[in-house]
């Protein structure tokens, strides 16, 4: 009885051990240099649960006459966070908001804020206060992914951590609607929001979709990362897929790399490039044309930090270039 419960066992524990094998693999060895820590470097933020922030990358910023203006992550080009506290680097001006900072998006004055505990608002930098906020249901946790919010013609849409889509009036600052996206109640956070061709897109980790008045459009898939390219959406999958689809949501091609698993993706002078979990280097073009490297030492540890922002690659105190 031992050695029958024994087979099956072996059976499982071998089928969970899959990893990506490519069938052709070239060396390239990247130039690497050491991270300065006193640069902002990176752009995402990687979260799991409603409050919790792992592996985020904080750095000292300075005002114009080099005094400390304290340690922010980055999220986008023009802000930065660190709990409560909103930078705009651009002004190098530090404002405290009244929760703890999910997501944002500056246009001119106003910033639109997403904060960790469910709630949403537009912060005016010249008045210095919350021109509105609104609730919304606290989503128990959230994939690592996420989307920040979007000025969109005279409105914001704010991606909330329950996959719906709060949409405002921006200069009435009157709620008009959600748009709900999602059909799950955990883990289904809006991980996607962004215009390609005049057309809106949002998606979660079970669904991209083509958002318009009359109709909507949706693609169904185990979604990992999407990123837009000159007109074309790219899906990464969780099973290994990379997916080419057009503006209309059509698929145009797809390739399989099996048990691939695949970090955020980046464009660099005109390809894509991802890092998978065993340490490989991935170059895919336009036309999904995949060729796979190896030949650096990438940290791809679950407890390590690895980002890919232009044509560089952050992991832990090293930056790899890949052109």
Known sequence: MRYLLII????FAGCST????????????????????TLSAYTKNTLTFKSKRL????????DEKGNSLGEFEKINNDLAINGQ???????????????????ATKKENLVAVVFENGKYGLFDTDSEKMKFVYDSDLALSVKYLHS???FYRDLILYPLLNGNIAVVDAKEGKFIR?????QQQFNNNVIFLKIVNNQLFMATPTKLILFNPSFLIDYKADIK?????????????????????????????KVNLPFASFFAPTICKGNIYTVEKQGYLIKITPNLKITVY???SFDTDSFSELKLKGCKIYNDDKVFMIE
């Open 148 to 150: 920040q919010p979007l």
């Open 55 to 62: 592996f985020s990358k904080k750095a000292l910023f300075y």
């Open 225 to 253: 990362h999407i990123i837009d390219y000159k007109g074309f959406i790219y899906v990464f999958t969780t099973d290994g897929k990379i997916v080419k689809l057009d503006s209309n949501l059509k698929e145009l091609k």
């Open 178 to 182: 959600y748009l709900n996206i999602s």
């Open 85 to 103: 506290k909103l930078l705009v680097i651009s002004t190098k001006k530090v404002f405290k908001l009244p929760n703890l900072i999910f997501s």
């Open 294 to 296: 190896k030949g650096n």
């Open 8 to 11: 099956p066992f072996l059976f």
């Open 18 to 37: 899959k990893v990506f094998e490519p069938k052709k693999v070239e060396s390239k060895s990247l130039r690497v240099k050491s991270l300065d820590k």
